[in-house]
């Protein structure tokens, strides 16, 4: 079967993706550095002075350490803790209700120094995005594997090419012949 585009259209093609590859790297280069950034203050902001911002809407991420009533430290020694009232109530990504050791982000209105009325809450899968990650990385092995099985690579056209018959494990690894060896002796 004879290539449409052949060896010059190919050549085009892969240019094209690679500006586009190149152009999608700067895209996200200019975006912000965090995607949950918010105009609301979160915990770095209002640790530093608590007091200016008694009334306003903030974001509050951080352990929880305590369930009744419901405490969230935001800092890793456990310090800059808040009471989250309304906590399990608002709770929008899970069943059950807050437990220590809980990754909770919380967002609503500092009501003193110390407590956030609640609008939403959230907590972070710990297990949930250890089994994406497991899952995605057999399936990409798994996609490997079958290219490698059924193409190869034709270096004459720079192409990826059927193979005339599939690959076996046999044919890539080395095995050895029970003849040769001092089995049996």
């Avoid at 586009?20 to 550095?33: I, K, M, N, P």
């Avoid at 092995?141 to 099985?149: K, M």
């Amino acid at each position: 079967m004879q290539d449409p585009l052949g060896r010059h259209g190919r050549l085009v093609a892969g240019i094209v993706l690679l500006t586009v590859l190149a152009g999608l790297v700067l895209w996200a280069g200019a975006t912000t550095d965090d995607l949950m950034e918010s105009d609301y203050p979160d915990q770095l902001d209002v640790n530093q002075d608590r007091e200016a911002y008694v009334g306003e809407r903030v974001v509050l991420g951080g352990r929880i350490v305590d369930t009744d009533p419901v405490v969230v430290a935001t800092r890793a020694n456990g310090y800059g803790r808040y009471t989250l009232v309304n906590a399990d109530d608002r709770l929008q990504n899970a069943d059950g209700p807050l437990e220590r050791g809980d990754r909770a982000t919380a967002f609503g209105t500092l009501e003193d120094e110390s407590t956030l009325v609640v609008e939403r809450t959230t907590i972070g899968d710990v297990a949930g995005t250890v089994y994406m990650l497991v899952a995605s990385f057999v399936a990409g092995l798994w996609a490997f594997g079958r290219f490698a099985r059924d193409w190869r690579f034709d270096r004459d056209r720079l192409a990826f090419v059927p193979r005339a018959a599939p690959l076996s494990l046999r044919d890539v690894l080395p095995t050895g012949d029970a003849s040769d060896g001092d089995r049996g002796a």
